[in-house]
């Protein structure tokens, strides 16, 4: 079945710095890939989302790209600020079959000031 | 933007008792909802589907007696964790899908069992 794999598994950046995580989906069907952002104890909270259509999408500091053919995309925040640490999680979707969302196991994302 | 709610947020049960979480949509029909336990530093591992009006769709591994679903009206999903064991401690999060919309989900605020 699908599979999502995310790295790193944690991440350390200066304050100030950018930090990319990266995610690699193995249904060449998945069209939707949602980023999750859930801070300890929380909801995970959808930031940014990329359909198959769309190779790169940007929300002020948060941006996501996406490479159909090589079956990855990425999250990369920019000017990095102690309220983005929590844990990051990528998903995929085949919204054509099925709605599930396979999840990445998490990317801890720590800023350090 | 679309609201999910959660009850109870935090439970405490005896071993052996039965614990009922709702999850509701409060500004929309969610035909779907989804339910995930999720333990400490991992990630959400679904559980069940469930859709308004029909039996849940149960993930490999998961116990349909042990975890009933119930999608009784389109804003309305109830997970019942019966006969709770230690090891049914965790965290539970329900996530709605709204009608027309195949990709966004929203999440409620998750509910932390502890069975002593």
């Known amino acids: 079945g699908e599979n999502v794999e995310q790295h790193p598994s944690t991440l350390s950046v200066q304050e100030g710095d950018s930090a990319v995580i990266k995610c690699t989906y193995s249904?060449?069907?998945?069209?939707?890939f949602p980023w999750y952002k859930q801070e300890l104890g929380k909801r995970p909270q959808l930031i940014i989302d990329?359909?198959?259509n769309v190779g790169e999408k940007k929300d002020q500091r948060i941006a996501v790209t996406l490479n159909k053919t090589a079956k990855h995309f990425s999250l990369h925040i920019t000017e990095t600020q102690p309220e983005d640490s929590a844990v990051y999680f990528c998903?995929?979707?085949?919204?054509?079959?099925?709605?599930?969302?396979?999840w990445g196991a998490g990317t801890k994302l720590i800023i350090k000031p | 933007g679309a609201v999910v709610s959660q009850h109870p947020s935090w439970v405490i049960c005896k071993s052996g008792t039965s614990v009922k979480i709702e999850c509701r949509s409060l500004?929309?029909?969610?035909?779907?909802m989804f339910w995930y336990r999720q333990f400490p530093k991992q990630s959400l591992m679904l559980m069940a589907t469930?859709?308004?009006?029909?039996?849940?769709?149960?993930e490999q591994g998961v116990e349909k007696d042990k975890f009933l679903i119930n999608h009784a009206s389109l804003t309305l999903s109830t997970l019942t964790v019966t006969s709770a064991h230690p090891e049914d401690s965790s965290f539970y999060i329900c996530?709605?899908?709204?009608?027309?919309?195949?990709?966004?989900?929203?999440f409620g605020p998750g509910t932390r069992l502890t069975v002593l």
């Open positions: 996530s709605a899908r709204g009608v027309g919309r195949a990709d966004t989900q929203y």
């Open positions: 500004d929309f029909q969610a035909t779907t």
């Open positions: 469930s859709n308004e009006g029909s039996k849940a769709t149960y």
């Open positions: 249904d060449s069907a998945s069209n939707y």
């Open positions: 990329i359909r198959s």
């Open positions: 998903a995929a979707i085949n919204m054509d079959s099925n709605y599930q969302l396979i």
